[in-house]
């Protein structure tokens, strides 16, 4: 049985003066040089939320390094930054950048050729598909359950100047090496993020059909399809990593 590790880390954010609080699992099948997988977790969800674990604990067992983190307003993060997370959506999203650079400079005796991919979920999926669309550093990116426009979520209308840094709509562009590139899935019944969201993203996208999973039903957890978005996501990973 696979024995897993879990290191916790801090993610300097030195314009802040924060640590974004973290935790990196890997595994006995982990080769001392493997590529890594980010886990950008939902919207109030910390790294020791069930879904969470349950990922990143069997991306470990299939041989890859498996980052979590806490975001600002998060889990232990928050005790540094309080928990106002509404306003501080925008340097959420931007920290992304900070998290890969560190990465890159602290973790590259166990990095391999620079491979590192990115799994979110719901807020997280977002994330992927906007700081980490942007960013060639990031090969891969898988995004479930992910909102195409921030304009409203239920009651919360927010301004336009967030609007336009944590939409995927404003990041988002037809590209060759899309479907070399991304993975996304929605369940038809997500009654928090509607349907029309992944359809929106598909076509600014272009992507293939192979590229888009689609379950009938799961609600926005995916109940009943974690093993096979988790397959799909290795299979995907085995391809194109």
Same mark, same amino acid.
């Given at each position: 049985?696979?024995?897993?590790?879990?290191?916790?880390?801090?993610?300097?954010?030195?314009?802040?003066?924060?640590? !974004?609080?973290?935790?990196?699992?890997?595994?006995?099948?982990?080769?001392?040089?493997?590529?890594?997988?980010?886990?950008?977790?939902?919207?109030?969800?910390?790294?020791?939320?069930?879904?969470?674990?349950?990922?990143?604990?069997?991306?470990?067992?299939?041989?890859?390094?498996?980052?979590?983190?806490?975001?600002?307003?998060?889990?232990?993060?928050?005790?540094?930054?309080?928990?106002?997370?509404?306003?501080?959506?925008?340097?959420?999203?931007?920290?992304?950048?900070?998290?890969?650079?560190?990465?890159?400079?602290?973790?590259?005796?166990? !990095?391999?050729?620079?491979?590192?991919?990115?799994?979110?979920?719901?807020?997280?999926?977002?994330?992927?598909?906007?700081?980490?669309?942007?960013?060639?550093?990031?090969?891969?990116?898988?995004? @479930?359950?992910?909102?195409?426009?921030?304009?409203?979520?239920?009651?919360?209308?927010?301004?336009?100047?967030?609007?336009?840094?944590?939409?995927?709509?404003?990041?988002?562009?037809?590209?060759? @090496?899309?479907?070399?590139?991304?993975?996304?899935?929605?369940?038809?019944?997500?009654?928090?993020?509607?349907?029309?969201?992944?359809?929106?993203?598909?076509?600014? @996208?272009?992507?293939?059909?192979?590229?888009?999973?689609?379950?009938?039903?799961?609600?926005?957890?995916?109940?009943?399809?974690?093993?096979?978005?988790?397959?799909?996501?290795?299979?995907?990973?085995?391809?194109?990593?």
């Amino acid at each position: 049985m696979e024995n897993i590790q879990i290191e916790n880390i801090d993610i300097p954010i030195k314009s802040d003066n924060i640590n !974004l609080k973290g935790s990196i699992y890997y595994s006995s099948n982990t080769p001392s040089k493997a590529p890594w997988i980010v886990y950008f977790a939902g919207m109030m969800i910390h790294r020791g939320n069930y879904m969470v674990k349950l990922y990143t604990e069997k991306f470990a067992k299939a041989g890859y390094y498996v980052l979590a983190f806490d975001y600002r307003g998060h889990g232990e993060t928050a005790k540094q930054t309080g928990k106002n997370v509404l306003k501080m959506m925008p340097q959420i999203f931007s920290d992304f950048d900070e998290i890969l650079t560190w990465i890159i400079k602290n973790q590259s005796h166990r !990095l391999l050729d620079g491979k590192i991919a990115l799994f979110g979920r719901s807020w997280g999926g977002a994330i992927v598909l906007t700081r980490g669309f942007i960013n060639e550093r990031a090969k891969i990116l898988i995004s @479930l359950g992910a909102r195409y426009d921030y304009q409203t979520v239920g009651p919360i209308i927010f301004p336009e100047d967030i609007i336009k840094k944590v939409s995927p709509k404003y990041f988002l562009k037809k590209d060759p @090496l899309n479907d070399k590139r991304i993975l996304i899935a929605h369940c038809r019944d997500d009654p928090q993020v509607p349907f029309e969201n992944l359809i929106q993203i598909k076509k600014q @996208l272009r992507l293939s059909e192979e590229n888009v999973i689609i379950y009938d039903s799961g609600s926005h957890t995916f109940k009943e399809h974690r093993e096979d978005i988790f397959n799909r996501s290795i299979e995907f990973l085995n391809r194109f990593l």
